[in-house]
């Protein structure tokens, strides 16, 4: 098949110190058929550096020996100097280590000499030009969702707080009319301002839930050695008050060290116990906190025994705003699952629920231990 003359050649920069080997590798382009290849050869290490800090060629082959210098010295200085294209080392002995060192170093490929043809020569070449064509639709791809994300948290925090200010000037002005003409108006009056004082709350606390959702990934620290039995005194301590007014029961097993940011594990704790406390069908809350070790990791649960779920709705309940009850009898935003489901992947987990309608929940994640964690 004859190259496509409307096609632009595939232009190649060759860094090689044998003349010889320079003939046979253009030779074997030339026998490729349905592409034209258009090659400059450079016979030393600091020409071929100087060609490829320009970034005009669409490959480079580089000789693993130049004339007492390293190929890959090359390519590492290539790329500290912010050569981007596909880059193939050439060498006349293949072996897995040099291989290895190669793909360290930045070399999209790696060939040996002596032991190629030029159909073979024109597939290493051609898919280390499409690889590096991806990799560079990844990246931009990558970076428009870095913008975006950072556009989306930026949104929710301005629109947190801008909301959040009129949101209590309607509430202080409702109790305010409430307070100061409660005996001038009638029944109807009086629930219709509980209305809007319920309206605003359940608003402040649906916008703290998003905000909160929102900063799981921009304001969390970085994972470190952390005891999870401190993350959870935390949490009880925070839900002191709704566990003595619901006289829920909390029996615990002992947890292990996790890597973990501190702050959230003690969030992610609140919310599973708050749900064991809340989900009740009038008995009162008995709440257990368990741990099985697996290896290096160890999967940690939360079981209550309360309405229980139904396991169709097992993954529905972890997304936004989804809610399986009336809000009336069971009140909230719809966001705290959602919130532990991100806190959890955040730490590389994945959180799930096991659970019978009546029968209760056991809600579980699974953590990495600290180093030398599982063999306490």
């Known amino acids: 098949m004859a ?26 382009l030339s026998d490729v058929e349905g592409v034209a290849y258009e090659m400059t050869w450079v016979n030393n290490y600091d020409q071929g550096l100087a060609e490829m800090k320009r970034q005009v060629h669409d490959i480079y082959l580089v000789d693993f020996r130049l004339a007492g210098c390293d190929g890959l010295d090359l390519i590492r200085e290539a790329r500290a100097a912010d050569c981007t294209g596909p880059i193939i080392l050439l060498t006349g002995q293949g072996d897995r280590q040099t291989d290895i060192k190669a793909m360290r170093a930045g070399a999209s490929d790696f060939i040996t000499k002596g032991r190629i043809d030029s159909s073979q020569l024109e597939r290493s070449i051609r898919y280390a030009i499409e690889q590096h064509r991806l990799r560079g639709e990844l990246q931009q791809q990558a970076e428009a969702l870095a913008r975006s994300n950072a556009e989306l948290q930026q949104f929710a925090y301005v629109a947190s707080h801008d909301l959040q200010e ?42 703290n839930d998003l905000l909160s959702l929102s900063r799981v990934g921009t304001r969390g620290r970085e994972l470190e050695p952390t005891d999870c039995n401190l993350a959870l005194d935390d949490s009880l301590a925070n839900l002191g008050a709704a566990l003595r007014e619901s006289g829920a029961e909390i029996t615990r097993d002992p947890l292990p060290v996790v890597m973990a940011d501190k702050p959230q594990l003690t969030q992610l704790f609140q919310n599973l116990v708050g749900n064991a406390i809340k989900f009740q069908s009038g ?52 966001i705290g699952l959602a919130i532990c489901k991100k806190i959890v992947e955040r730490h590389g987990g994945r959180i799930w629920v096991e659970s019978q309608p009546g029968e209760g929940a056991a809600f579980l994640f699974n953590l990495s231990q600290a180093e030398g964690a599982e063999k306490q």
Request: hydrophobic share 35%; aromatic share 8%.
């Open 283 to 334: 008995d009162a809350p008995k709440i257990h906190i368990f741990c099985r070790p697996n290896g290096k990791e160890c999967v940690v649960g939360v079981r209550d025994n309360g309405i229980g779920i139904d396991p169709r709705h097992a993954e529905r309940i972890f997304q936004v705003f989804q809610r399986l009850h009336d809000r009336e009898k069971y009140p909230g935003t719809g």
């Open 166 to 207: 009129p949101l209590r000037t309607i509430s202080s002005y409702v109790q305010l009319l409430a307070r100061r003409y409660k005996s001038q108006l009638d029944d109807d009056a009086n629930e219709f301002i509980g209305f809007a004082v319920e309206g605003t709350r359940r608003m402040q606390n649906l916008i």
């Open 3 to 28: 190259p496509d003359p409307q096609a632009s050649p595939v232009t190649v920069l060759l860094v090689e110190d044998d003349e010889d080997d320079y003939l046979i590798t253009r030779d074997l």
